[in-house]
């Protein structure tokens, strides 16, 4: 029988055997769109490591809501995403230790040189370059001491539950859950849902990559609309390489 049920026991199961195999070399990566594996993981193994590769781009309310459910389910989240002057006040909400900007410079200078070019944002003339930059770079070092992370893609046509990224590998314990199972999930634990969600979103990213679609739409019909990776990915889940510094 397939149910929720059901899903969350695999899940679990798959949680726990991915980190016997690389003890103390694993993590949990999540976007805080909303929070099902990392409280599902945490239920499994209580001090397994979490990280968040967050952007400038993400909305003030993506922000807010990471921070009330970091603090609320005790995550000790450690964030990786290059420096905004805007986003400083991270590092006196979750503290210095947690917190990990990296340098701006290279994006400061491929935004500045579309803006000049074209009078456009970087993320509008080179999405994949902005998305390497802010999201890809960031994770490079947040997974360079490790041997594998868990992540939260739901995207099965596409992936395997288990699949090599380089040097790491890449487990998805929820690749075969569906828009409707996080939302039991949710209901079921009591977790909180990001504001988004009640605006009608329904697959959350960079606000300017993310529109309200259509509740007939394939769930991620709103990411990237406008481009050849309309409803794709960012690259996160591609080849990774690690950051040798």
Not at 83 to 89: A, E, Q, V
Request: proline fraction near 5%.
């Amino acid at each position: 029988m397939n149910t929720i049920v059901t899903k969350i026991r695999a899940a679990r199961e798959f949680i726990s055997k991915a980190n016997e195999k690389h003890l103390g070399r694993i993590a949990i990566s999540c976007s805080f769109s909303n929070i099902v594996l990392p409280h599902l993981a945490r239920n499994v193994v209580p001090d397994i490591p979490i990280f968040s590769v967050m952007t400038r781009y993400m909305p003030p309310e993506t922000f807010r809501y990471f921070f009330e459910m970091d603090k609320r389910y005790g995550f000790k989240t450690t964030v990786y995403m290059v420096r905004d002057n805007f986003l400083n006040n991270l590092t006196s909400w979750i503290g210095k230790e947690r917190t990990r900007f990296i340098s701006s410079e290279e994006f400061e200078l491929k935004y500045q040189e579309a803006k000049r070019t074209t009078g456009q944002e970087l993320y509008v003339v080179n999405w994949k370059e902005c998305c390497r930059l802010l999201k890809l770079v960031p994770q490079s070092i947040a997974v360079k001491d490790l041997d594998a992370w868990i992540s939260g893609l739901r995207i099965p046509k596409k992936h395997q539950p288990i699949e090599k990224r380089g040097s790491l590998l890449e487990y998805m314990p929820l690749l075969n859950w569906n828009e409707i199972d996080i939302w039991k999930y949710m209901a079921i634990f009591g977790i909180p849902v990001h504001p988004y969600y009640a605006m009608g979103y329904r697959s959350l990213g960079c606000q300017p990559c993310t529109t309200i679609i259509d509740d007939n739409d394939p769930e991620r019909a709103g990411r990237w609309q406008g481009t050849k990776n309309c409803g794709g990915e960012c690259g996160m889940h591609k080849k990774v390489s690690k950051a040798k510094n």
